[in-house]
């Protein structure tokens, strides 16, 4: 299931281990550029360094509304909200023309924080209510795009949903490079059917309808709702609730094949799922070998069982 280009991925420079930090140090993260390194073209961006502040630099905090803060430095009382959002702007121009398809921000900062970020009010009492100045202007200009931070990463879950967005995105990218028809989309929407359904079969339902009107829509138009569904829908986590009911759901494709003993095991492997006893790896690899063992194509397709390159190992420590 490997895409035909890497993942093109915007990283706060820090997590990559440049000494970009306030206190000239860094905060490398290994598996971002270890294990996910040889999959994603990764691209480092330090605002507060890129926009002038200087490596090392007074530490600043943001003070205010937490819908519209400033970015002040601590010990000298330096409004530096509009050299950051100058030079925001302008970067944002240019990550357009990168063609990024996610961020991972660094947790905590005033300009990469991306939630729960401190803004102090005016008795200097901290709310964890704001955003980094260039973390949330990002989000705002590119709102469909999968975005993270380093904390949020060290949950295996979100880790894999993060994965997840990006490798669907990519392969939604790939469809729109091409000269695509209506029965392409329909090909597509059917090889991910039940990756939809473990992540949000609402969203599924709302993508047939849509289909199923495809006819009476314009292409570009059809192609955007069809986008912002997508990526909605996979951007909800796949709890193990939804995944089981796609597990029971693969294994009425070998009511035929699988002896009563077989399916009966597969039953109590995908119980014990649900309840949070065993992790997804052993019933993916089992549902692999069947479908291998009994040549099920349309399983074969099927993005749900392979979502990415094995080598990540994301989904099967879940």
Same mark, same amino acid.
């Given at each position: 299931?490997?895409?035909?280009?890497?993942?093109? &991925?915007?990283?706060?420079?820090? %997590?990559?281990?440049?000494?970009?930090?306030?206190?000239?140090?860094?905060? *490398?993260? +290994?598996?971002?550029?270890?294990?996910?390194?040889?999959?994603?073209?990764?691209?480092?961006?330090? /605002?507060?360094?890129?926009?002038?502040?200087?490596?090392?630099?007074?530490?600043?905090?943001?003070?205010?509304? /937490?819908?519209?803060?400033?970015?002040?430095?601590?010990?000298?009382?330096?409004?530096?909200?509009?050299?950051?959002?100058?030079?925001?702007?302008?970067?944002?121009?240019? %990550?357009?023309?990168?063609?990024?398809? =996610?961020?991972?921000?660094?947790?905590?900062?005033?300009?990469?924080? +991306?939630?729960?970020?401190?803004?102090?009010?005016?008795?200097?009492? /901290?709310?964890?209510?704001? !955003?980094?100045?260039?973390?949330?202007?990002?989000?705002?200009?590119?709102?469909?795009?999968?975005?993270?931070?380093?904390?949020?990463?060290?949950? /295996?879950?979100?880790?894999?949903?993060?994965?997840?967005? &990006?490798?669907?995105? =990519?392969? *939604?990218?790939?469809?729109?490079?091409?000269?695509?028809?209506?029965?392409?989309?329909?090909?597509?929407?059917?090889?991910?059917?039940?990756? #939809?359904?473990?992540?949000?079969?609402?969203?599924?339902?709302?993508? =047939?309808?849509? #289909?199923?009107?495809?006819?009476?829509?314009?292409?570009?138009?059809?192609?955007?709702?069809?986008?912002?569904?997508?990526?909605?829908?996979?951007?909800?986590?796949?709890?193990?609730?939804? !995944?089981?009911?796609?597990? !029971?759901?693969?294994?009425?494709?070998?009511?035929?094949?699988?002896?009563?003993?077989?399916?009966?095991?597969? %039953?109590?492997?995908?119980?014990?799922?649900?309840?949070?006893?065993? +992790?997804?790896?052993?019933?993916?690899?089992?549902?692999?070998?069947?479908?291998?063992?009994?040549?099920?194509?349309?399983?074969?397709?099927?993005?749900? %069982?392979? +979502?990415?390159?094995?080598?990540?190992?994301?989904?099967?420590?879940?």
């Amino acid at each position: 299931m490997e895409l035909g280009t890497k993942i093109k &991925l915007g990283v706060s420079s820090c %997590l990559l281990g440049e000494k970009t930090r306030y206190d000239g140090g860094h905060k *490398w993260e +290994p598996f971002i550029t270890e294990s996910w390194g040889p999959h994603l073209e990764l691209l480092p961006i330090c /605002p507060e360094a890129e926009c002038g502040l200087g490596v090392p630099r007074e530490v600043m905090r943001l003070e205010g509304e /937490p819908q519209a803060p400033r970015l002040f430095t601590v010990k000298t009382r330096i409004d530096h909200t509009g050299r950051m959002l100058t030079w925001t702007r302008e970067s944002l121009v240019m %990550l357009e023309a990168e063609d990024l398809w =996610g961020f991972i921000f660094k947790s905590g900062s005033p300009s990469c924080g +991306p939630a729960r970020v401190k803004v102090y009010d005016p008795q200097g009492r /901290p709310r964890k209510q704001g !955003q980094g100045l260039f973390a949330g202007a990002f989000m705002t200009t590119f709102p469909l795009l999968p975005v993270a931070d380093e904390v949020r990463l060290h949950n /295996p879950q979100f880790r894999d949903n993060f994965i997840e967005q &990006l490798f669907t995105l =990519g392969r *939604w990218r790939e469809l729109l490079r091409e000269k695509w028809t209506l029965a392409d989309l329909i090909a597509f929407h059917t090889r991910h059917k039940l990756l #939809l359904l473990a992540h949000s079969p609402k969203h599924y339902r709302l993508m =047939g309808r849509l #289909l199923a009107a495809a006819e009476e829509t314009p292409a570009q138009r059809l192609a955007a709702r069809y986008q912002a569904l997508l990526l909605a829908a996979v951007r909800l986590q796949a709890t193990p609730r939804k !995944q089981a009911n796609v597990l !029971q759901h693969i294994l009425r494709y070998f009511k035929k094949v699988l002896s009563a003993k077989e399916k009966q095991e597969l %039953l109590e492997l995908i119980d014990s799922y649900r309840r949070g006893n065993l +992790p997804l790896l052993g019933i993916l690899t089992l549902l692999n070998h069947y479908v291998r063992k009994y040549g099920s194509t349309y399983l074969q397709e099927q993005y749900f %069982l392979q +979502p990415h390159p094995v080598e990540l190992l994301l989904r099967f420590h879940a």
